[in-house]
């Protein structure tokens, strides 16, 4: 059956994740953005909301079951408040869910329940690399079996707060293929940049490089144990929750403009009378649903196990990249000149827009 | 309620059997009939007709009540215009000018369903589940009049002395026009369906539809149109001097409403429903050509690397990955529109939406398709060029591109006719 209408329990949680986004992300967040910090009481209050922890069963100190659908629902009610915000929720996911999806029986009951269960930590995971061509499939970061032991070398980026972080999980190539691995802070040969990174925006979610010099994990702390896993879920799980977040910002940045048009007058009318206007709003509505569909129907093949649900995965995020970027950009030009003055948010969610392109990994739930 | 994109299992029989019938109905003479201009797929016609007759799909004949439900028997969700939206896309997948001619009322009898009272449908819509295939066609546009539909000339005038309405004007674009009036012993009797005015000056509101017979003196096909694509599709002139039908051939009520506007509105009803019909069309035609393209680069070795960043790719892998991004959402669209219409949601907008995005999708997979298979797309050895023209009437036909963003920016920006024009 086709169905497009969230479940109960579902609407619940977009209702509840809707009015954190309006009532507490949106009103803090230019000034986090310009002072480059989060109040931590914001971070808790979207922890609690359990978004995560609705995704983790029982067993492991959550309250629900993983979906994939629930989880992209929720990411595009959240980001339409603020994406960094999002982003700094939602970074303990970074660390449970590829440890869910991949993980060893032995490596969920150990790592899950301990950030699941108390107020929000910063737990994370180092996907991305600081080069032009990074890609995922191919990281220069290696992992090498020494003994009873995997030896990482290489170098992070754009990973959220590394710094006070508990463990995190590093990706390296090994033999050729993207592994995870659960590095603990006080790995010897790990460093943590002391400097947050600057970038072009998520200016409130502290990111930081991370270097690896011969660091040393046991064998047990491969995700997946022995056999290791496939890195196709965990990239798929990211890319529909960057292409829901995509839709959020997108929708927000589409609202705004949107709300704008309709005040400002040129000419003797509001703007949004203007074909001009009117028409690069109605494009920027239908791109907005086309992505949010895609995103839906990847994330359902990603929960009922279908075949090319990586795929779609792939598609709805790069669709998403693009529609991101246009729909933000033409937000900015809506407004005109205002587009482009920080007082008004609209320039954030074009620098926003930009990144989803580059976040791969950054996000996931 | 859930998110759910499972294919029902009814659709998904149907279009195993429509594939079947694409290929070997379809696409077997596609070259043929873009070759032959005007040329009448008889073959296609005759067992589209048998078919439905049989199964009753797709058919907007009145059905038989249905008598003495299970009333414990547990109520399936209907999916009417999500079967059709399927069927839709797999025979333009196969050939959209031969679906164009698919019979069984089409848009003529698509008015008489949004407009007509019971005694009406009944009088009308019975005739396409008799033993010919019949045709019906809706003749909306003037020489003067396109998708400003409020410039309509044609005229109707009450003769109290007969009971009659008086019809008068040009009619042009018709879709099926001709094999809906012109006689053919291997046709049933079809209608066209004619809006015209029963009151110039009353603007929108004095706008009607009218159903005039196929023989009815007065009425001639004037003009057959050599066109770019859908070349299967017989798209006619009509001229209507003094055209007499019975006063009951008028759909909606016979008098002036001047507030309500109630007449063209049913006009417009019937765009509603069908944008995302027609939507399907384009999304089948873009389908058929993003396939021929996939299959020429494996047949060439040429692989897709899914998972990738952007600017890993190469620039085939770019442009096919964009191009499955706008089909597969130009599609869901669709399918979000009708599943809306099956559940009796408002889909104003959602049924523009996905006119607008199958519009642009349509015409640039198309276009992306031909400039990529470089000379054999070019070539009308294969079929792909044939797709590139059928698919820009998609953008046009049902409301242009500009015509639905209109539409789609009012009901997001809450204006109607006067605010945004």
Redesign the interface.
């Known amino acids: ?8 329990e ?1 609407q619940m949680l977009m209702d509840a994740v809707s009015r954190f986004a309006a009532n507490d992300l949106r009103p803090v967040a230019h000034d986090a953005e310009e002072e480059g910090k989060l109040p931590l009481k914001i971070i808790s209050k979207g922890w609690e909301m359990g978004v995560l922890q609705a995704s983790i069963p029982e067993a492991y100190g959550g309250f629900g079951e993983r979906s994939a ?1 629930t989880g992209v ?1 929720a990411a595009e009610e959240m980001a339409f408040g603020d994406l960094a915000g999002t982003l700094a929720v939602m970074t303990p996911s970074l660390f449970v869910t590829p440890i869910l999806l991949a993980g060893t029986e032995e490596q969920k009951q150990q790592y899950i329940p301990p950030v699941i269960e108390g107020d929000w930590q910063p737990y994370t995971a180092a996907l991305i690399e600081y080069a ?6 191919a990281l220069k970061t290696t992992a090498t079996a020494d003994g009873g032991d995997y030896v990482l070398n290489g170098e992070k980026a754009f990973v959220p707060y590394a710094k006070d972080a508990q463990a995190m999980i590093v990706y390296a190539s090994l033999d050729g293929q993207t592994q995870g691995f659960i590095v603990p802070k006080t790995a010897a040969g790990l460093r943590v940049q002391e400097e947050a990174e600057k970038l072009m925006s998520l200016k409130a979610l502290p990111t930081y490089r991370v270097t690896l010099e011969g660091v040393r994990v046991p064998k047990s702390n491969r995700l997946g144990g022995e056999t290791g896993h496939d890195i ?1 879920p965990i ?1 798929a799980a990211s890319w529909v929750t960057l292409a829901a977040m995509a839709v959020g910002v997108a929708r927000a940045a589409f609202e705004y403009s ?1 709300d704008y ?2 005040e400002r007058e040129a000419f003797g009318v509001k703007i ?2 203007k ?1 001009a206007i ?2 690069f ?3 920027m ?2 791109e907005i ?3 949010r ?2 995103t ?2 990847a994330a ?2 990603l929960d ?1 196990g279908a075949e090319d649900g ?3 995965a ?3 995020y ?2 998403a ?2 529609m991101a970027m246009m729909v933000t950009d033409r937000a900015v030009q809506i407004l005109g000149g205002y587009g482009y003055i920080r007082e008004y948010p609209v320039e954030m969610w074009m620098r926003n827009g930009r990144g989803f ?1 580059t976040f ?1 990994g950054l996000a996931i739930g | ?8 299992k009814p659709i998904a029989q149907q279009q195993y059997v429509l594939k079947t019938v694409a290929e070997n109905m379809m696409r077997s003479v596609s070259r043929e009939m873009d070759e032959n201009e005007h040329a009448v797929p008889y073959g296609y016609i005759e067992f589209m007709h048998a078919a439905m007759r049989a199964t009753g799909a797709g058919s907007l004949a009145p059905k038989e009540e249905k008598k003495e439900e299970d009333p414990n028997k547990p109520k399936r ?1 209907p999916i009417g215009y ?1 079967l059709l939206a399927h069927m839709l896309e797999m025979l333009s997948w196969g050939d959209v000018g031969m679906y164009l001619v698919t019979p069984g009322g089409g848009l003529g009898a698509a008015a008489v369903q949004a407009a007509a009272t019971p005694e009406q449908k009944q009088k009308f819509l019975a005739r396409f589940g008799g033993e010919k295939p019949t045709f019906a066609a809706m003749c909306m546009t003037e020489p003067g009049a396109g998708s400003d539909t409020s410039a309509i000339k044609a005229t109707a005038v009450l003769d109290e002395k007969t009971d009659e309405w008086v019809i008068n004007g040009e009619k042009i674009f018709v879709t099926a026009g001709h094999k809906s009036m012109a006689a053919d012993e291997q046709f049933g009797k079809g209608f066209i369906v004619v809006w015209a005015s029963i009151d110039p000056k009353a603007g929108r509101a004095g706008m009607r539809g009218f159903v005039i017979e196929q023989g009815t003196p007065g009425v001639t096909v004037t003009k057959l149109e050599h066109k770019l694509g859908i070349r299967a599709s017989d798209t006619a002139a009509i001229s209507l001097v003094d055209a007499r039908v019975p006063f009951d051939h008028v759909l909606g009520s016979p008098t002036v409403e001047r507030q309500t506007e109630k007449g063209f509105k049913k006009a417009m009803a019937t765009f509603d429903a069908t944008r995302p019909l027609v939507a399907a069309t384009g999304i089948g035609v873009a389908r058929a050509a993003l396939e021929f393209v996939k299959e020429k680069l494996a047949e060439n070795g040429v692989q897709i690397r ?7 790719l190469t620039s085939i892998e770019r442009d096919v ?2 191009m ?3 089909l ?3 599609w ?2 669709v ?2 529109a009708v ?2 219409a099956d559940n009796a949601k408002p889909n104003a907008l ?1 049924s523009s ?1 996905s006119k ?2 199958a519009g642009d999708v349509t015409t640039r997979i198309t276009q992306k398709a031909v400039e990529l298979m470089g000379p054999l797309g070019y070539s009308r050895e294969f079929l792909l060029e044939k797709w590139f023209r059928d698919a820009k009437i998609t953008d046009i036909y049902e409301g242009t591109g ?1 015509i639905n ?2 539409v ?3 009901q ?2 809450g ?1 109607g006719g006067s ?3």
């Open positions: 059956m086709y169905s497009f209408e969230p479940n109960e579902q659908v629902l032009f061509d990074f890609d995922a499939l196709g990239l949107r048009a309709k949004a009378q074909q009117a028409f709003l109605a494009e509505a239908t649903e086309a992505i569909m895609l839906w129907e359902w093949k009922s990586y795929q779609s792939y598609l709805a790069m669709g990249t693009d392109a791969t | 309620m859930t998110i759910e994109f499972e294919t029902p969700p999500q899914y998972g990738l960043p952007r600017n890993k990955i964009d499955e991004i706008m597969r959402a130009g869901l669209m399918v979000k599943w809306m959602e939406m607008v995005k500009q963003r209109l789609v920016a009012r997001i920006l204006y605010e945004l024009r």
